[in-house]
């Protein structure tokens, strides 16, 4: 007769003293229900985590080689600005001999300048003794 009203009516008996464990049993089923739900959610939210990690793992290994190539395409160019200097420096080396032995003798201190004329035959002493523009002197 009980099993008849559990299967058919889905009706469950019980006295005074089995109803407080019943209703613990209950309340325990309810709770591991709650806890398996949260675990499920906190097992999709640690599956975007994982994903979200790996693609920062792929971005970071990304930024290392990038950095590496940055960091050769610098050592090159480091190579070619010594190795630039240092033919220059050859260069300066040559042209500071060839330079000295190309100026004109400086005995009158004028370091090879010498007074312009101008298109009238006149000597132009730099302006020096010009008067300012507008004022007749």
């Known amino acids: 007769?009980?099993?008849r009203l559990q299967s058919e009516c889905n009706v469950?008996?019980?006295?005074?003293?089995?109803?407080?464990?019943?209703?613990n049993a209950l309340q325990m089923g309810f709770r591991t229900l709650a806890v398996q739900k949260q675990?499920?959610?906190i097992a999709k939210l640690?599956?975007?985590?994982?994903?979200?990690?790996q693609m920062f793992g792929m971005d970071l290994g990304k930024l290392e080689r990038q950095l590496d190539s940055a960091?050769?395409?610098l050592a090159r160019t480091r190579q070619r600005t010594q190795a630039l200097d240092s033919r220059l420096k050859s260069i300066d080396a040559a042209s500071d001999a060839e330079i000295l032995a190309e100026l004109p003798d400086d005995s009158d201190g004028q370091l090879g300048l010498r007074?312009?004329?101008?298109d009238d035959g006149r000597q132009d002493d730099g302006g020096a003794g010009a008067a300012p523009l507008g004022i007749a002197g």
């Open 46 to 53: 640690l599956a975007v985590v994982r994903k979200q990690f």
């Open 12 to 23: 469950t008996l019980c006295s005074p003293t089995t109803l407080a464990a019943y209703l």
């Open 39 to 41: 675990s499920q959610e």
């Open 71 to 73: 960091k050769t395409a």
């Open 1 to 3: 007769m009980i099993e």
């Open 115 to 118: 007074e312009a004329e101008t």
